[in-house]
């Protein structure tokens, strides 16, 4: 049997490793407002999605869910555009939902805003901060640390091993 052994441990420990590092590539699908959706007074108050979005953490590669009744839309905008709720063209509208995709290299303050009457002046409106999704790395460039699925593979390897011998 000792044969089996010898092959069963590469295999089970290359699926564990594939099964760690596909868990290491998923990204997130926030429903932007959570229940309540992406809606205007009175169904909220001012700084409602700046609370919503505080105990986030949003990476490039995730994606915001933008979840409505009534008539709504959502619009990408600048700093100044969000500040001062400026009704630009370039909206998503239609329907009672849009989905949007981080992009993988994202980082730093992202704006979105109903243009629909006052409600953006309202509170409908969002801004978030995307973290970088990228491995840091240190001084000379090279990975900084180990993930936290490669470290569990590596964990779980060990482990099965000692199981099996």
């Not at 926030?30 to 001012?46: E, F, K, L, M």
Request: proline share 2%; aromatic share 10%; glycine share 10%.
């Amino acid at each position: 049997m000792k044969m089996g052994r010898e092959v069963m441990v590469p295999i089970t420990c290359s699926i564990m490793v594939i099964l760690a590092l596909v868990g290491i590539a998923e990204a997130t699908v926030y429903t932007v407002g959570d229940s309540q959706g992406w809606t205007a007074s009175p169904n909220i108050t001012q700084g409602f999605y700046d609370d919503w979005a505080a105990n986030k953490t949003f990476k490039g590669g995730d994606s915001l869910k933008f979840v409505w009744n009534g008539t709504h839309n959502v619009a990408f905008v600048t700093k100044e555009e969000y500040d001062n709720c400026t009704q630009i063209i370039s909206v998503f509208s239609g329907g009672e939902a849009f989905q949007y995709k981080l992009p993988s290299n994202a980082s730093g303050m992202y704006y979105f805003i109903c243009t629909i009457d006052s409600h953006c002046a309202g509170g409908q409106k969002l801004a978030i901060n995307v973290t970088s999704s990228e491995t840091p790395t240190n001084d000379n460039g090279s990975s900084a640390s180990l993930t936290m699925g490669a470290s569990w593979a590596i964990l779980c390897t060990g482990v099965l091993y000692h199981l099996i011998n």
